[in-house]
């Protein structure tokens, strides 16, 4: 392997990994401060990457176009999805039995997959990068690496320290960290742990569907889509322990450079080193790299 | 208490009753159904064993399934058919070989880890088969001489594998009813609500858990040799985490901690799904029949919180008002 294509598969690695986190985050914050099993988190993945295929002619008929347009209506559909879906189907699973978070969620994701192919069908679609970041920057003599990718690492890592920052520097991110520790006497300082519980969720949300809208011009949209990520997500937030934001970083991290690299070195058991790696790192270390409380 | 315990029996009863008449007025593709019911119930039972009963979310039930459907058509021989004798236990140990390798490693863990250790493990599993000439690749192996006992038992008949099935339908419940009720029984129950206590109390629990995880993977393991015999094939996605899903979905929707419930699960699971996909009922509307069962199962788990074992009771209160002993639990 030539350095070229070591870098080329570094850079694969890292935008991977930054993409897996940004859906992982969602999932671990849902899961380590709310303590719901979502099975439908990959869904929301799917309906990121299907709003950035179904809204771009609506917004261009609207609008007249423009990428970030659609990408912010998006967000904010996300956002309102994951508000009411909290409020209709979650606000009054949290004292009930994990299974049973468990059973609506599946639920949820066959009913998702149903409205997708009943509003756009079950076809494969390709969505188009925008136009400026369509090119692509040579790499060596030969090589080249498309603008778009690195423009999904920088978005996803902007994301992440926004997200990073919200959580351990202002009030709300306090206020959530108590509410994952003791929903009761978070209650009792008088403070709305329902409300915080419904913005935990929508974040969470509109996290994952922003991780496929923009990744939608790299991964082509299909069905079936969300449920391949939902339990590479799973495997990153257990990796890094469960409601852990670091270890949900480094575990995308390890997770995107063991599977690409996989893929160019070790092609015939690329499938389960991801597996392998989880058994080991949880048989070393039984709560996960960075456990949490 | 009495008339409820007389009253489940009662209700098992019939079931097993009404699946050994069944033959009588079936389809033959009713009978492959109600077949293959069975087996998910078998299975269903034997996840029951772990999450219902001991508490141990198993995500992995698939592999060992699996792995007992694939020794039974990678031991038949190609132009003959196997002795029944030796092939069905051969299934089993192989399966409960693995339960206890992937036990042994993942009872080191626990709650949602435990969960994606099995998980691993399974698909660890299923990789070797999808992806190395071992197994077949995605294509998967055919059973051409289905497995026989002399000339008493020939699987090759579908109406003497149907039997064949209800017999071990039976068994299971038997066999796992009684082992539920038995000192080991108590001692899985002991763990499932208060591990600690149980250690404190004496107990090494790590044995237990690992014994309850190695049967499970036993009887999945008799699950996979059935379900092998039955369509005659074997392919990879017999053991992908789909089955394994599919599988927690069915024991939840039934009723976690009740044998029964296992049983009612498959049975409410596959036949929700053979209504929604029919389409004399939906007409064209059938090809989006997950709408209508996923819509279902929010409806369970919103107004059925014991699961479909606990339709009774709340009828029961919807008609004749709540009963003294849940009034106690409110005023506690």
């Known amino acids: 392997m030539d350095l070229s294509i070591f870098l080329i598969q ?93 059973l609506m969620t599946y639920g949820l994701i066959l009913v998702f997959e149903e409205l997708r192919s009943l509003l756009v069908g ?109 339990i590479i997500c799973f495997v990153v937030v257990v990796i890094g322990g469960i409601g852990s934001i670091r270890g949900a970083f480094l575990a995308a991290m390890l997770i995107g450079f063991v599977d690409t690299f996989g893929k160019v070195l070790l092609p015939e058991a690329a499938g389960v080193l991801v597996y392998v790696l989880m058994a080991l790192i949880l048989l070393w270390k039984p709560d996960g790299l960075f456990k949490t409380s | 208490m009495d008339k409820l315990f007389s009253g489940k029996f009662l209700f098992i009863g019939l079931v097993f009753a009404g699946l050994a008449l069944y033959p009588l007025f079936a389809s033959s593709y009713g009978l492959d159904l109600v077949a293959k019911i069975m087996i998910y119930a078998i299975l269903a039972m034997s996840l029951e064993l772990l999450v219902g009963s001991t508490g141990l979310v198993c995500f992995g039930q698939a592999a060992f399934f699996g792995i007992g459907a694939y020794i039974a058509v990678m031991l038949s021989p190609e132009s003959e058919s196997a002795n029944l004798l030796w092939l069905l236990p051969a299934s089993i140990v192989a399966a409960a070989a693995y339960a206890l390798f992937v036990g042994a490693l993942s009872l080191r863990t626990k709650g949602v880890y435990f969960i994606m250790v099995t ?31 002399g000339s008493v038992i020939d699987l090759n008949d579908a109406k003497v594998l149907y039997f064949f099935t209800w017999v071990f339908l039976v068994w299971t419940f038997v066999f796992l009813a009684i082992l539920l009720r038995s000192h080991f029984g108590r001692v899985l129950a002991g763990i499932r609500i208060n591990e600690q206590r149980m250690r404190a109390s004496g107990f090494s629990t790590y044995p237990y858990k690992l014994a309850a995880f190695t049967t499970s993977g036993g009887i999945a393991g008799l699950a996979g040799f059935l379900f092998a015999v039955k369509d005659g094939f074997v392919n990879p996605e017999m053991m992908s985490w789909h089955l394994s899903g599919a599988l927690l979905i069915m024991i939840i929707l039934g009723g976690l901690g009740h044998l029964r419930g296992a049983i009612i699960g498959a049975f409410a699971f596959v036949f929700l799904q053979e209504f929604f996909k029919s389409s004399e009922i939906f007409g064209a509307f059938s090809k989006h029949w997950q709408l209508g069962l996923g819509f279902t199962i929010i409806a369970c788990v919103a107004l059925l919180p014991k699961g479909l074992v606990g339709l009774p009771e709340v009828l029961h209160k919807r008609l004749y008002g709540s009963r003294p002993r849940d009034a106690q639990v409110v005023l506690k």
Not at chain 1, 74 to 91: H, K, P, Q, R, T
Not at chain 1, 124 to 146: C, E, K, R
């Open chain 1, 122 to 230: 079950d076809d494969v679609h390709g969505v188009q990068p925008p136009d400026f970041l369509a090119g692509v920057i040579p790499l060596g003599d030969v090589m080249t690496y498309p603008v778009y990718r690195l423009f999904i690492s920088a978005v996803c890592l902007l994301l992440a320290l926004g997200m990073y920052y919200i959580f351990t520097r202002t009030r709300l991110g306090m206020m959530i960290r108590a509410g994952s520790t003791n929903r009761e006497m978070v209650q009792s300082l008088g403070i709305d742990i329902k409300l915080l519980y419904r913005i935990v969720f929508a974040a969470g949300v509109a996290l994952a569907a922003v991780a496929g809208m923009i990744s939608a011009p790299v991964s082509t949209v299909y069905p079936g889509m969300g449920g391949q990520v939902l």
């Open chain 1, 10 to 102: 570094c850079l694969n690695s890292l935008q991977y990994g930054l993409l897996l986190f940004l859906v992982a985050m969602g999932l671990t914050l849902i899961f380590g401060i709310m303590g719901v099993i979502n099975l439908a988190h990959g869904s929301f993945y799917m309906i990121g990457a299907y709003m950035a295929y179904a809204l771009s002619p609506l917004v261009a008929n609207a609008f007249g176009g423009g990428f970030f347009s659609v990408l912010v209506i998006g967000l904010v559909l996300a956002v309102i999805l994951g508000y009411f879906l909290e409020w209709a189907f979650f606000s009054f699973l949290y004292d009930r039995d994990h299974l049973q978070q468990v």
């Open chain 2, 119 to 149: 998980l691993a493990f399974a698909q660890m599993a299923y990789y070797v088969v999808h992806d190395t000439k071992l197994g077949g690749g995605t294509d998967g192996i055919y059973l051409y001489f289905k497995p026989i006992l």
